[in-house]
Structures are given as C-alpha cells and as structure tokens.
C-alpha cells in the first residue's frame, strides 16, 4: 500500500487499522503487530527528518511493528521545495475517449489530525484549459472563459513532434 496525501502519522494509522482488519496479523516477540509478509506499505508523502522520528514513534505507541513500513525518499530530505509548497502540479485535464472529449480531474480529500476527512488543496482543473493575463497576474482557466483574453500558452510539441524550436538566448530574454 502506498497512500498519498494527509497528515502522514494519522493517516498510516488508519492504513495499518484497514490492514490488520483485512489480512490480519501476527505479533512479534516484542509483542508488535506484524502484517503477513506479502503485505507492507510505502510512505513517501510528507517524509522529511523530524517527520521520520515521529511517524515510528507513533507505530510503537500503536504497537505496530517497524517492520511493515517502508520510508520514501521524498523531496524534503533533501529540501522543502515540492509540488505542495510551491501549490504547483501538471496533471492531465482533458482526454479523448471513443472520440468524446471529457473533463479530466482530481479531487483527493485527506484525513486531519482529527480524524476528519477534508477536502485537499491538491484538487485539480478539468477540462480544456489556458492561461491568461489578468491586472499583470496569470491565471488559468476554462478555454471558454475569458474570450477576449488571448492564450499565452502556445504549443511546443505535439504528437513527438518539436513545433517551436527555441534557443537558450531566448529564453533567458524571456526570463528577463
């Protein structure tokens, strides 16, 4: 199991909980609850030092054993500049099925410490979309907001193909 999103200690013990009750446990001589051995869950989300040492402190109070869990190596151990700080993602907003194009989105929920499960703030945009300048800020929205408003994002490639070939000069014009 790997889950994604939420407060990482209330969340694996909740995970731990769905898991003992659906694939039972053994417990070890030290008395700690271990999962059957084909049975183990991942934490990459929300793991960085501090994190580390409470999430193990948290499975010995619950008498979980260290072994069914496995840390990630996510991006806060090296530094705290992710997806989530800088509230920054590209996911897939439109699709074409059996040639009908439909809106494509996340709305994930997450549990806080509480216990309460929570809309997240990592819900997605569906459908075809741009981006447009509004007062001096980009925003983006649904291509059929905002018509008077050109696109600023153009295509680059398309189908593997490079459409718009760009030197580094100019991108470090652009950047200025």
């Known amino acids: 199991m790997r889950p994604d999103s939420g407060d990482p200690i ?25 999962l ?3 049975v183990r869950v991942i934490q990459g989300d929300g793991v960085n030092y501090a994190e580390i040492i409470n999430i193990y402190n948290a499975l010995k109070a619950n008498e979980i054993s260290a072994e069914n869990l ?14 989530d700080t800088q509230k920054f993602a590209l996911k897939c907003s439109s699709a074409v099925i059996n040639g009908q ?3 494509v989105e996340k709305s994930p929920t997450e549990m806080d410490a509480q216990g309460n499960i929570t809309p997240s703030f990592k819900k997605s945009k569906g459908g075809r ?14 291509e059929q907001e905002h018509l008077e408003l050109a696109n600023e ?7 593997g193909k490079l ?4 030197t580094f000069e100019q991108v470090k014009i652009n950047a200025n």
């Open 129 to 142: 979309l741009k981006l447009v300048k509004i007062n001096g800020f980009f925003k983006t929205v649904n």
């Open 36 to 38: 059957p051995p084909q």
């Open 163 to 166: 459409l718009n070939t760009i």
């Open 153 to 159: 994002l153009y295509t680059v490639f398309e189908n």
């Open 70 to 83: 496995v840390l990630g190596m996510g991006g806060a151990l090296l530094q705290k500049v992710d997806r």
């Open 10 to 34: 209330m969340t694996l013990l909740e995970i731990f909980k769905i898991l003992f009750e659906t694939f039972g446990f053994t417990t070890n001589n030290k008395g700690y609850k271990v």
């Open 101 to 103: 194009e439909v809106a």
